[in-house]
């Protein structure tokens, strides 16, 4: 198994930033397995969307709204994904939730609520 600590949320003006960690635990068999990790957010009334991943070997992939104000970062030794979001708007208020893929399996941190006031 592997567990998925999400820190970092919180409330936050538009423009503003905020830097969401997700850190890794479990097997070390599982952790080594672990491919591609990401984050996604579920916003009210909404299904769970994509907002960015990375593989293990340094590939990045984004949804489109978020293109050129989030980045995806990854420290395999540590085993810690971050999200690094700039220019916040309203429309990324959402509870952001940690992913890893790790030997055939999916994993879910938590969640981690943000909040964007206009």
């Known amino acids: 198994q592997v567990q998925l600590v999400e820190s970092g949320g919180g409330l936050v003006q538009a423009g503003g930033s905020l830097r969401l960690s997700c850190a890794a635990s479990?097997?070390?068999?599982?952790?080594?397995?672990?491919?591609?990790m990401g984050w996604y957010r579920q916003a009210p009334g909404k299904q769970r969307e994509l907002v960015a991943t990375?593989?293990?070997?340094?590939?990045?992939n984004y949804t489109d709204s978020v293109k050129g104000r989030f980045t995806i970062s990854r420290d395999n030794a540590k085993n810690t994904v971050y999200l690094q979001m700039n220019s916040l708007k309203p429309e990324d208020t959402a509870v952001y939730y940690c992913?890893?893929?790790?030997?055939?399996?999916?994993?879910w941190g938590q969640g981690t609520q943000v909040a964007v006031s206009s």
């Open positions: 992913n890893a893929f790790s030997l055939g399996s999916n994993y």
């Open positions: 479990g097997s070390i068999f599982r952790l080594i397995g672990i491919k591609d």
């Open positions: 990375q593989s293990r070997g340094g590939s990045t």
